[in-house]
């Protein structure tokens, strides 16, 4: 069975850091891009960060100098450490599959391009 499992969320103070652990299982993730993507209550899905299947990565301007994306792919997972966090960082955060283009050596943070989602994880920035 396939499945993505996103974990590390919580409640952080403003200033504060995270890490999100997204780990595959049934599936190995060193052919896909993976990315992830932040849904904030009442606005649109936002992508976030991609890593390519040879670790080129690519950030929206709103996380840059701030998240960083990486890949283990003998432990099958994908992380996103988040520094500095803020309160607009406030959401639920989902990792995703490009498996369209498996092998291909590109990323993008558009949403479209992930056809595999896990079920998120809730960050919450708040003093």
């Known amino acids: 069975q396939l499945q993505f499992v996103e974990s590390g969320g919580g409640l952080v103070q403003p200033g504060g850091s995270l890490r999100l652990s997204c780990a595959a299982s049934?599936?190995?993730?060193?052919?896909?891009?993976i990315g992830w993507f932040r849904q904030a209550p009442g606005k649109e899905t936002e992508g976030l960060s991609c890593?390519?299947?040879?670790?080129?990565?690519y950030y929206a301007d709103s996380v840059k100098g701030r998240f960083t994306i990486s890949r283990d792919n003998a432990k099958n997972t994908v992380y996103l450490q988040m520094n500095n966090l803020k309160p607009e960082d406030t959401g639920r955060y989902f990792c995703?599959?490009?498996?369209?283009?498996?092998?291909?050596?590109?990323?993008?943070?558009?949403?479209?391009?992930?056809?595999?989602w896990g079920q998120g994880t809730q960050v919450t920035v708040s003093s």
């Open positions: 995703a599959a490009d498996r369209r283009r498996a092998d291909q050596a590109i990323c993008a943070i558009r949403s479209a391009w992930y056809d595999y």
């Open positions: 890593v390519s299947i040879t670790g080129d990565t």
């Open positions: 049934g599936f190995s993730l060193n052919y896909y891009a």
